[in-house]
């Protein structure tokens, strides 16, 4: 029996789709003007082990999986400006945009991640976005003011269910814009006017002037479209619950009429680096790219079934601390494995105890120990190596890659010791001084470098000393 941990209700429950021939399911993709970075990948990882587990237990034909791509954004309209600063700004937008989604497509492949079975992009969507606009002012749950549409939120009485906050809460909590055209502190756009050169389109609700969809609207119209007015699962990171999770089931049931957008809803948990937030001034931030394909983080490229095994190694709900350390024992693990099953074709079904692992609640950290017990046995065992090899492939961490692959890239380290004490007699300079916030820049420029460091007070002097170890 599959059991998720719903966030609407607040408990793991027993899943029942609506209809098991078609089970549905939607996840919030990426904004594509740059990069995804680490913390992108973890929900494309977890729901991707998701997606394979709803195949396995209802046929994959019976399973629809949309995950978007926001085209329309304001962080694209700025990025694709400052990038391509000679190109008509619509053109720009549009290379910006075909390119990054290119690459993300890319990255997430090598992570061993499934394509959905659909990828609605925001922008082939705008009939649909108008059409929300236009209901949920007919129903009363919108209004216009200075050629915006707006949610009102003071029209439906549960607003907040999701975040399980009340709408004072929110308010006294919230930075919301203060802007004449709203009624209320807590009132969302759902559709604006565009700026000159930003991408715009006929406006809904009787507005003349041209414009551009809100982002919660965006995801709500998608949904819709391929997925119908109520389904079965939405999922995407914590960061998401409020406000664009909670906007988007408000958008959806009042303007459909509907007591549910989705019925279960899944959350991802935060990810940080060796310890700390992942932000570029603090030197950690960190690309799926960049882990396949440069020295960025460890001082070598990572193959990218190790960074899927490293990211399954933490209960999707659970925080995870992202280190060399981490990845370097997933690439253990995957190598020993490897070598067990390269001569074996993969035989049967997965194993019964990891089906039933992942059915609770994706308990990944289970499944990869009862992964390691298989190993055991598979070593005397052929017939347990080609069980062994068809459930590294359902759980998307194998596919013929022999050791030496998953070990490619790899290259002793030549750590430049006189930089590295540099950086370490700064950062102390910088704590000593207390310039907190230099001093974690400085341990991020360390981290990227590969550069574990150890703080110990010396028992004779009480003097913090530091020490260091290059890892990966």
């Known amino acids: 029996m599959l059991t998720l941990h719903n966030t609407l209700t607040r408990r793991k429950e027993a899943f029942k789709p609506i209809d098991p021939t078609d089970v549905r399911m939607y996840v919030c993709g990426p904004t594509v003007y740059d990069y995804a970075h680490i913390g992108n990948a973890r929900p494309v990882i977890v729901f991707d082990v998701l997606f394979r587990l709803l195949r ?62 659909v990828e609605p992009r925001a922008t082939d969507h705008i009939a649909e976005m108008r059409t929300l606009c236009d209901e949920l002012l007919a129903r009363g749950h919108a209004y216009v003011g200075q050629d915006h549409v707006l949610f009102d939120v003071s029209s439906m009485a549960d607003y907040g269910k999701l975040a399980n906050r009340s709408l004072e809460e929110m308010e006294a909590g919230a930075r919301v814009e203060v802007a004449p055209y709203k009624k209320g502190a807590m009132d969302f756009v759902l559709w604006k006017p565009s700026k000159p050169g930003e991408p715009s389109w006929p406006s809904p609700c009787g507005i003349a002037a041209p414009g551009r969809p809100g982002w919660h609207l965006e995801c709500s119209a998608m949904a819709g479209k391929h997925l119908g007015q109520m389904f079965d699962i939405h999922a995407g990171g914590i960061d998401l619950v409020f406000p664009h999770h909670e906007n988007e089931v408000a958008q959806s049931r009042c303007a459909h009429g509907t007591a549910a957008m ?58 995870i601390d992202w280190t060399v350390d981490r990845l370097a024992q997933s690439r253990a693990t995957l190598i020993e494995l490897a070598e067990i099953v390269r001569h074996v074709e993969a035989a049967g079904a997965p194993h019964a105890d990891v089906v039933n692992a992942l059915s609770d609640d994706l308990n990944t950290p289970s499944a990869i120990s009862i992964l390691h017990g298989l190993a055991r046995s598979a070593r005397r ?18 596919d013929g ?34 310039d907190f916030k230099e001093a974690d820049r400085l341990r991020g420029e360390l981290t990227a470098l590969g550069i574990q460091l150890k703080d110990a007070k010396d028992p004779q002097t009480g003097e913090v000393v530091t020490t260091w170890e290059a890892k990966g």
């Open 381 to 398: 065992n052929t017939e347990t190596a080609g069980e062994l090899r068809a459930t590294l492939e359902f759980m998307g961490l194998y």
């Open 262 to 319: 989705a019925n279960v809803w899944l959350h991802n948990g935060f990810l940080q680096v060796e310890g700390e937030k992942m932000s570029k001034s603090l030197g950690n931030f960190i690309t799926i790219n960049q882990l396949l394909a440069t020295k960025d983080f460890g001082g070598r490229p990572w193959h990218g079934r190790v960074v899927r095994l490293a990211m399954l190694g933490t209960h999707y709900r659970q925080p």
């Open 56 to 117: 396995h237990i209802y046929g994959a034909d019976h399973v629809r999986y949309a995950r978007n791509i926001t085209d329309v954004d304001d962080k694209i309209n700025a990025r694709a400006a400052e990038r391509y600063p000679d190109v008509p700004p619509t053109e720009a937008i549009r290379k910006l945009t075909t390119e990054t989604a290119e690459q993300f497509h890319k990255d997430i492949a090598a992570l061993g991640v499934l394509p959905p079975t």
């Open 401 to 434: 890659e022999k050791p030496e692959e998953l070990n490619a890239g790899y290259e002793p380290r030549s750590v430049d010791a006189a930089k590295v004490e540099a950086l370490i007699a700064a950062r102390n300079a910088a704590r000593k001084s207390k």
